[in-house]
């Protein structure tokens, strides 16, 4: 069993910046790729970001691209979302979530495991 713990939102005025960590635990963590989604009050769960299980490998959505950084820390089975110029639209509930491949990945299908999501709020 994994367990995915975010932690690191909140509330930020329009244009600051947030860092989202995601605790891992249970299945080898750096076998895996990772992935951030997000969803918005009404929406569909939207995919954000992945990173292949190396690290070596980033793709993002495009309403994130050049704002966004994913990375991720194997030795601490820890994977980050460094989130700046932040935008109102960009309100929702983040997740991160572990694939079932090392590959990155959009699909949410691909992904096994979720976390409970923490809730990022950005003021305008």
């Known amino acids: 069993q994994v367990q995915l713990v975010e932690s690191g939102g909140g509330l930020v005025q329009a244009g600051g910046s947030l860092r989202l960590s995601c605790a891992a635990s249970g299945r080898t963590f750096s076998s895996y790729a990772m992935g951030w989604f997000r969803q918005a009050p009404g929406k569909e769960r939207e995919f954000v970001a992945s990173i292949s299980w190396s690290g070596g490998s980033t793709y993002y959505a495009d309403s994130v691209k050049g704002r966004f950084t994913i990375s991720r820390d194997n030795a601490k089975n820890t994977v980050y979302l460094q989130m700046n110029s932040l935008k109102s639209e960009d309100t929702a509930v983040y997740y991160c979530?572990?694939?079932?491949?090392?590959?990155?990945?959009?699909?949410?299908?691909?992904?096994?495991?979720w976390g409970q999501g923490t809730q990022v709020t950005v003021s305008s």
């Open positions: 979530a572990q694939a079932r491949m090392q590959s990155t990945v959009i699909r949410t299908t691909a992904y096994g495991y």
